[in-house]
């Protein structure tokens, strides 16, 4: 589900979601916990993280940290 | 200053801060609104976005988005 606007590697297809990808766990486990609640606001975002659990958003957010990025040289 | 937390290539060097080299402009620039508006909470960036005007905010989402990223592959 998250592939649609994330990208299926975490790349963002859509212009006005992030990349996910090499996202470390703790800051896109913060951020789906805070969709979850409430705390930071996003239409899609608030009624997709809010059936997650503790333990989806571990998951996600782990496999999210475990695709390595680099900066691209030219 | 934001290297300091983004790193100096927007390649995050703290754990809880994000990775923005190669998020989209649109992405970047909707956030920093949102911290500066305290749409968006966190301690350090609604302090660090306040005094922000829209061309400052431009200039650095789209100096993100300048930063190509790719995915490594092993």
């Known amino acids: 589900m998250c592939g649609a606007c ?8 859509a212009p006005d979601a992030p990349n996910l990808a090499g996202q470390s766990a703790i ?10 609640s ?18 989806d958003i571990d998951a996600l ?4 940290a475990s695709i390595k990025i680099q900066v691209q040289t030219p």
């Open 6 to 13: 994330h990208g299926a590697k975490g790349i963002a297809t």
């Open 38 to 55: 409430g705390m930071r606001k996003h239409e899609v975002m608030n009624v997709v993280a809010k059936p997650l659990s503790d333990a």
């Open 61 to 64: 957010a782990a496999w999210y």
């Open 27 to 36: 800051y896109t486990g913060a951020q789906l916990k805070a969709y979850r």
